[in-house]
T-cell receptor
Framework: DTGVSQDPRHKITKRGQNVTFRCDPISEHNRLYWYRQTLGQGPEFLTY????????KSRLLSDRFSAERPKGSFSTLEIQRTEQGDSAMYLC????????????FGPGTRLTVL | AQTVTQSQPEMSVQEAETVTLSCTYDTSESDYYLFWYKQPPSRQMILVIRQEAYKQQNATENRFSVNFQKAAKSFSLKISDSQLGDAAMYFCAYKNSGSRLTFGEGTQLTVNP
């Protein structure tokens, strides 16, 4: 069990550029979540997948954000036309959909928009 | 909507002493789960302890225990025999039968040698 991994760990981009982040969940977990965390705050939910189906999206997920999970394995989160307000840590988590359904987090991708 | 409140932005404790972090939440549901997560300076969120609301017995994991008061909607974390490695941001989180976790604002814990 290698844990949740995320790539890249850090991303610096200029305003208006598109960025894409990747998350690889724990292998036997069929649920995958994306959260956003700004400095000094708790994470805020963005979206959730069960297998390949995106079942829930937060109002925080504007039209510039899109997430996919092809084949129910890894997931990507794309932000189009980045804005300075998008600067944050983007966290991915996965859970096994059994019992308490505890979510296990990856190390995050820190995005800085200049 | 559910809300989670951590009223202590910062706490400090002497090494080997005990500290309690507070958390309250607001929900109209009867079936839910509560968690404490730890986020060290490296920023990876780590599960510390979890509690199912239907269980009356307070959860315990080694030096970490909770005081779950369902009627008062309170879920505090007690850390005994504090160690330098316990220094981190601690987040209380709520989850109902749905998918999302709702987090509090966090408490920054400092452990003094």
């Amino acid at each position: 069990d290698t844990g949740v991994s995320q790539d890249p760990r850090h991303k610096i981009t200029k305003r208006g550029q598109n960025v894409t982040f990747r998350c690889d969940p724990i292998s036997e977990h069929n649920r995958l979540y994306w959260y956003r965390q700004t400095l000094g705050q708790g994470p805020e939910f963005l979206t959730y997948f069960q297998n390949e189906a995106q079942l829930e999206k937060s109002r925080l997920l504007s039209d510039r954000f899109s997430a996919e999970r092809p084949k129910g394995s890894f997931s990507t989160l794309e932000i189009q036309r980045t804005e300075q307000g998008d600067s944050a840590m983007y966290l991915c988590a996965s859970s096994p959909r059994r019992g308490v359904d505890t979510q296990y987090f990856g190390p995050g991708t820190r995005l800085t928009v200049l | 909507a559910q809300t989670v409140t951590q009223s202590q932005p910062e706490m400090s404790v002497q090494e080997a002493e005990t500290v309690t972090l507070s958390c309250t939440y607001d929900t109209s549901e009867s079936d839910y789960y509560l968690f404490w997560y730890k986020q060290p300076p490296s920023r990876q969120m780590i599960l510390v302890i979890r509690q199912e609301a239907y269980k009356q017995q307070n959860a315990t994991e080694n030096r970490f225990s909770v005081n779950f008061q369902k009627a008062a909607k309170s879920f505090s974390l007690k850390i005994s025999d504090s160690q330098l490695g316990d220094a981190a941001m601690y987040f209380c989180a709520y989850k109902n039968s749905g998918s999302r976790l709702t987090f509090g604002e966090g408490t920054q814990l400092t452990v003094n040698p």
